[in-house]
């Protein structure tokens, strides 16, 4: 079986920024020990998988740890192959997936927009390991899938050491950190300490608890965020009632064919 394989780098303008997601457009469904296992072979962030029905984009995306329920970067990805590679006939595409239908709509400059769900985190008690594990201590933490956790200050963010086998056992996907920017409404780090990649690029499945925070924080609903890991990334978000719209650039990397 072949398969053709795009690399694109999401949430950038430019190649070798922002988060590098695979994405491999399928005719059917292959088997799940499949998708991971080349996820696993490709040994990014994210693989995403898609299989077109009707006017919508069923879609998937694998870690190399496992099956996760919503990526946005690799849907940020998927939306650029299909607009750009695929010959999509409209600048709208509908995705159907584990956490429900979601958007994204290209606009004439070439930015593509996501329509994602707002997540609501419960505000928690700090878990003691998180004061164990980080060089700065966070002033609170929220949890839903992932594990939001509140920093003083944009240097805080810049200087975060996670030690993250400490935190290995916790229940949560992502540790998710933020705080307010200087030069942006907010910004972030995203961290997984049961990975092999333990520190993700740029995550637009985190600006769907972000945001809403940040919102209510700022009093504003148009949000312009920037995750400060190696590659760095530009989110440009607003919220709108129950769904967050997230936008930004993707480039392509590299287009090929695996043998499987």
Known sequence: MTITLYQ??????????????????????????????????????ETAFFVKRGDVYEIRWF????????????????????????????DDISFSCLSGELGAKRSENGQITLNFPVWHPK??????????????????????????????NEQQILELQPNLPMVKHLPYL?????????????????FDANDPISEDPVTGSAHCGFVPFWAGQLGKTRLHARQLSARRGELFCELKGDR?????????????????
């Open 8 to 45: 694109i780098d999401a949430f950038t303008q430019k190649v070798f920024g922002g988060n590098p997601a695979a994405v491999c457009p399928l005719d059917k469904w292959i088997s799940e020990d499949l998708m991971q296992s080349i996820a696993i072979e490709n040994n990014l962030a």
């Open 63 to 90: 870690m190399p740890s496992g099956e996760i329920n919503l990526c946005g970067h690799a849907t940020l990805a998927s939306a650029y192959v299909i607009f750009n590679e695929l010959n999509h006939p409209t």
């Open 123 to 152: 505000r928690i008690a700090v878990p003691p390991e998180i004061f164990e594990a980080f060089n700065h201590e966070p002033i609170a933490a929220y949890a839903s899938r992932d594990l939001m956790l509140i920093f003083e």
């Open 174 to 190: 992502g540790l998710n950190c933020t705080a307010k920017g200087t030069e942006v409404d907010f910004v972030s780090r995203v």
């Open 244 to 260: 967050v719209f997230i936008s930004g650039y993707a480039v392509g990397y590299m287009k090929g064919e695996i043998d499987v």
